[in-house]
């Protein structure tokens, strides 16, 4: 699961989100990887899902991508089934409920970043 800040204010970043999810279906498609975006007014909030390698290489293709800004990587782990199997990448848009949606995920994984111990040398 990662995160990136929105433009909201960019008058492009409508196109940019259409682009975005033409592409990453068709490449996603490609790689059998399947996933969701999450969008609010100043944030999205993504999810994949696959084999480790394809999930890896797709999340470096987005690292990489010049219309995602501030991406952070908030979860990485196995899962027993896919959420989205019948979806390349699902999309939902912009609403109060995914607003709060985005938070409410973004939230809890980072208050469960810090309650983990971390490993000291």
């Known amino acids: 699961m990662s995160a990136r800040r929105c433009s909201p204010g960019d008058p492009r970043e409508r196109e940019h989100i259409a682009d975005i999810l033409l592409t ?3 490449q996603n498609s490609e790689a059998e990887v399947t996933g969701a975006l999450l969008a609010s007014d100043a944030r999205f909030t993504q999810v994949l899902e696959g084999e480790k390698r394809a ?3 797709t999340y470096g293709r987005i690292t990489h991508d010049n219309r995602h800004k501030d991406v952070v ?4 782990e196995a899962i027993e ?3 989205f ?3 390349s990448m699902a999309y939902i848009g912009p609403s109060q ?3 709060e949606a985005v938070v409410r995920v973004t939230r809890g994984v980072e208050d ?3 309650a983990m111990p971390r490993a000291h040398s």
């Open 85 to 87: 199997p019948q979806w």
């Open 55 to 57: 999930v890896e290489d």
């Open 112 to 114: 469960s970043k810090r």
């Open 73 to 76: 990587l908030l979860l990485a």
């Open 97 to 99: 409920s995914a607003a």
């Open 81 to 83: 089934e896919r959420k």
């Open 24 to 26: 990453s279906r068709r």
